[in-house]
């Protein structure tokens, strides 16, 4: 509720796309932290079941948490895109 009047007033003053902005970066990144870090602890319990398949999980996690990385990058550079616009 403390938020309505700042978002009234940023509306008023044409900010509002600034706010839609900093509201899409910061949901643009807050969804591949979690799915990060899911995928990371996975990886440690799958490594810790089976020592011998470490070296293949790793670089399978190393592959996902670059994946998950280009989505967020491109997110964000959306999320930019349309400040600019």
């Given amino acids: 509720m403390v938020a309505l009047p700042m978002l009234a007033e940023a509306a008023a003053s044409g900010g509002l ?10 949901l643009a990144t807050l969804g591949p ?3 990060i870090g899911r995928l990371v602890g996975s990886t440690v319990e799958a490594q810790a079941r089976q020592p ?11 592959v996902g948490a ?7 990058f491109f997110g964000l550079i959306i999320c930019f895109l349309c400040l600019k616009a």
């Fill in 17 to 26: 796309q600034i706010f839609g902005a900093a509201l899409g970066a910061g």
């Fill in 33 to 35: 932290a979690i799915g």
């Fill in 52 to 62: 011998d398949v470490a070296g293949r999980v790793f670089t399978t996690m190393i």
């Fill in 66 to 72: 670059a994946l998950i990385e280009g989505f967020t």
